[in-house]
């Protein structure tokens, strides 16, 4: 079973309502998914203005597919591979996708570690490189196969392999510093 | 320790940081994005006719290319009457002379199809995104209502359309001169 926020399964009826272009259906399809669709772009792309564009953009695609949607994936992988382009997309525009860039200083600004243990997961993951900290997300969070990574970036597989290792071990590295945070995380 | 047991222990790392990861929760837009939506699904409802795509269309114009050859190596590009946003313009004006200038920029788009499958490879993965992006903007056309947005709509696919023709004039002059370096854009320095 997936562990992913966007494994919601839609009730067959809805997802009919919605193919017939009942727009009170793709309302309700929209506010399902409006979260894990802007967490997944927000996470990709470090960027509230972009990841609310991201939400926009894949949303009116979504519906504008909805008819080519067979149902042999479930509809919420669907919508997370649209979601997902999109956010590439964005990133291929910014020409942010640069595989040989490196890690910018950690500027530790952090008030005591122990209160704020999620916030710094959630800013070293934000200080990663673009491509890095996709793969890491896509990896661990969406439960893609470096595969499946592998084609999203038109890359091999050791390409995807690489950046969760390399990405993995630069966290490791920004949480080290704080012994009393995210021990629980092996990092200490 | 083991090989085994490091190994162990970096997969328990591992888990740990897909678990954590995923504890960071989910994130809320500022504002929800629906509104929009809705406003851009009942403009869009109405099958619009698709605009051409550029992507791999070769065939099409492969028995036109050696008839144009001439003409593009003497091919200087129009003057590029660039089409601004100028408010004391009614908004239909401005909307009919954007048009004109994407639908002139296709025309020149079309005849330099025969060089779109010359350039190298960066100049083809940036066609491919430039593509992509006319292609979104197309899309956004469909969905656009606000006179504003689709003036500005329209502007970027001009701006876009005119960024192919660049590369494959650059292509064109290459394959005619592969000793020269000059670029559309050294003389055209309003492209984009």
């Known amino acids: ?188 | 320790m083991s090989v085994m047991s490091e190994s162990s222990a970096a997969d328990d790392r591992d888990l740990a940081l897909a678990t954590s990861l995923r504890g960071l929760g989910l994130l809320a837009p500022r504002r929800s994005a629906w509104p929009e939506l809705a406003r851009a699904l009942a403009v869009a409802a109405p099958a619009a006719a698709p605009r051409p795509r550029y992507r791999r269309r070769l065939w099409q114009f492969a028995a036109a290319a050696s008839a144009v050859t001439v003409a593009l190596l003497l091919w200087q590009p129009p003057p590029a009457p660039r089409v601004g946003l100028d408010p004391a313009r009614s908004v239909s004006t401005q909307a009919n002379a954007l048009m004109q200038e994407s639908e002139r920029w296709e025309r020149t788009l079309r005849q330099l199809e025969p060089y779109s499958g010359a350039v190298d490879a960066r100049s083809a993965l940036i066609s491919a995104e430039i593509e992509d992006l006319i292609g979104m903007t197309d899309l956004q056309l469909g969905a656009a209502s606000d006179p504003g947005q689709m003036a500005a709509l329209w502007q970027r696919r001009i701006g876009l359309l005119r960024r192919l023709a660049e590369i494959r004039t650059d292509a064109a002059w290459q394959q005619a001169q592969p000793d020269q370096q000059l670029s559309m854009s050294q003389f055209n320095p309003t492209l984009l």
């Open chain 1, 1 to 188: 079973m997936s562990t992913s926020s966007f494994a919601i399964e839609l009730p067959p009826h809805l997802l009919a309502r919605a193919r017939n272009g009942d727009v009170h259906a793709f309302e309700e399809i929209y506010r399902l998914f409006e979260r894990p669709v802007y967490t997944l772009a927000w996470r990709l792309l470090n960027d509230a203005d972009e990841a609310q564009e991201t939400l926009h953009d894949a949303m009116l695609r979504l519906f504008q597919k909805l008819s080519q949607f067979r149902d042999e994936a479930p509809f919420w992988s669907w919508l997370r591979q649209i979601a997902v382009n999109e956010a590439l997309m964005r990133l291929r525009r910014r020409r942010l996708i640069d595989y040989t860039d490196v890690l910018p200083e950690l500027v530790d600004e952090r008030t005591p570690a122990a209160l704020l243990e999620r916030h710094d997961l959630a800013q070293a993951l934000a200080q990663l490189p673009a491509i890095t900290r996709s793969v890491v997300w896509l990896f661990h969070v969406e439960g893609y196969s470096h595969q499946e990574i592998a084609q999203q970036f038109g890359k091999t597989e050791s390409f995807s392999k690489s950046q969760l290792a390399r990405g993995t071990q630069k966290l490791r590295g920004l949480l080290a510093p704080h012994p009393e945070g995210l021990a629980h995380v092996g990092y200490v």
